[in-house]
């Protein structure tokens, strides 16, 4: 949906806990950009 994944991104989504992924991962769909799902 949002293309290619930036490394900082990256980084952070590879030192997160479980429930601070799933968070993310609910935002997904309500935002418009990549950098919105983690703001």
């Known amino acids: 949906r949002f293309g ?3 490394a900082e991104i ?3 989504l590879n030192g997160v ?3 601070q992924l799933e ?3 609910d ?3 309500e ?3 990549m950098e919105a ?3």
């Open 4 to 6: 290619d994944v930036p």
């Open 27 to 29: 935002r997904v769909y």
């Open 17 to 19: 806990n479980r429930e």
């Open 31 to 33: 935002v418009e950009t």
């Open 23 to 25: 968070d993310w991962i």
């Open 10 to 12: 990256e980084t952070r």
């Open 37 to 39: 799902v983690f703001d």
